[in-house]
């Protein structure tokens, strides 16, 4: 068994990742508070605050013009990788709750990036289905139900294009994968880990970042 070299994630050490990452500005900092106040109940769907920044960081790394995000929430990550997209860059974002997703349209005005985004209020499958085929898409983030996983990804990955990134939230699942009589979504999210790790069409790894992340690049 390998020892981690991860130190205890305090509030404290936790308080200087933040600090040490580029800030949040004034509109994604509204766009988090918005969404405790109005849907306190379901705040943790939100993306943890140091992935926006990550979000972003990707977009720019990779020189993406073409993203799809799967999962919507209020806002919070589609506006993180809006904003790092160039002024022609385009990004599908799928979800099914008008609710929710009307957050997210006011911080997408507030920050002028509302014409980067095409929102699409459907199930995520059929959206997907619905796409062009053959490999367009730079770059991916999928941060949905998790009993979709697998095929949000049997959707996506053969339009990557290659050398295109997919991100794939929660792929720790509160650390809950770990265990072979998993059930509901600890269960679904352990066999998509499974499914990306013999998927031969794709360069992977599984990061200790929030709630796991992981990083597939087409090959």
């Not at 600090?19 to 500005?25: A, M």
């Not at 943790?44 to 995000?69: D, K, N, Y």
């Not at 998993?182 to 998509?192: N, T």
């Amino acid at each position: 068994m390998h020892e981690t070299k991860n130190p205890q994630l305090t509030p404290e050490l936790y308080q200087y990742v933040l600090d040490h990452n580029p800030p949040l500005d004034a509109v994604q900092r509204d766009l988090v508070a918005s969404t405790q106040e109005t849907f306190a109940d379901v705040a943790g769907l939100q993306t943890a605050p140091e992935q926006a920044p990550l979000l972003s960081f990707l977009v720019m790394l990779t020189g993406a013009r073409q993203i799809v995000e799967v999962g919507t929430f209020t806002g919070f990550s589609t506006l993180a990788l809006a904003r790092a997209l160039p002024a022609d860059g385009r990004l599908i974002a799928c979800d099914v709750s008008e609710e929710w997703t009307a957050l997210g349209r006011t911080a997408w005005a507030a920050a002028g990036v509302a014409d980067r985004i095409d929102l699409r209020l459907a199930p995520a499958i059929e959206t997907l289905r619905a796409l062009p085929e053959g490999p367009w898409i730079d770059l991916a983030f999928l941060d949905a139900d998790k009993g979709g996983y697998l095929g949000y990804w049997e959707e996506l990955v053969p339009r990557l294009r290659p050398g295109g990134l997919l991100v794939v939230d929660n792929t720790l699942f509160h650390g809950d994968v770990v265990d072979p009589a998993a059930v509901g979504s600890a269960a679904a999210v352990r066999a998509f880990n499974d499914r990306v790790a013999a998927d031969d069409r794709v360069d992977h790894v599984l990061l200790t970042v929030a709630d796991g992340l992981t990083l597939a690049r087409r090959r």
